[in-house]
């Protein structure tokens, strides 16, 4: 009797091993059939990520802009900053202004491997001014090993087109 039991309790065992097996080859058959059906999609997203870095470091400079004419204790370490961001003159609109609608001109140009120009116009709208304007945003990029890992560090200037 101990005998059969034995038996049947093998048997078991075996029959269980093999559903799981099946399983596992189902599911990984089921997931290179999803793999291939499923769409592809090629998005430069380093493009797209210049893009975005472009726009907010532009909206930055502008609130840099307003911050010093609505707090002048601060105007001498706003100055740098923006100097720091601009090597050329700093725009200058009066009173009360707001950037919309920033957006690209064109495609980003690549000057090397870790220079990029992105050409942006944007609508500003003040008491003295409303038109327009546009400014040449520079990227530079570099690599830097931080934990050894690396880690893209990228540097946004503003020029004048």
């Known amino acids: 009797m101990r005998i059969l039991i034995c038996i049947i309790v093998i048997l078991v065992f075996l029959s269980c091993k093999n559903n ?9 058959v089921l997931d290179a059939e999803y793999e291939a ?12 990520t210049y893009q975005n870095l472009s726009i907010q470091k532009l909206q930055g400079y502008f609130d840099l802009i307003k911050l010093k004419e609505k707090h002048p204790e601060f105007k001498n370490d706003i100055l740098q900053q923006l ?7 700093i ?6 202004f707001s950037i919309e609608n920033i957006h690209q001109i064109g495609d980003a140009e690549s000057v090397s491997d870790s220079v990029q120009k992105i050409k942006l116009a944007y609508h500003v709208v003040s008491d003295s001014y409303k038109g327009i304007d546009s400014i040449i ?18 540097k946004v200037t503003f020029t004048k087109p």
Do not use: M, W
């Open 20 to 28: 799981d097996a099946n399983k596992v080859s189902e599911s990984s």
């Open 37 to 48: 059906k499923a769409p592809v999609f090629n998005i430069d997203t380093k493009v797209d």
């Open 83 to 89: 100097r720091e961001l601009s090597n050329d003159s």
């Open 91 to 96: 725009p200058n609109y009066k009173g009360d």
């Open 137 to 154: 945003v520079v990227i530079t990029s570099k690599r830097i090993l931080i934990d050894e890992t690396n880690v893209i560090s990228n």
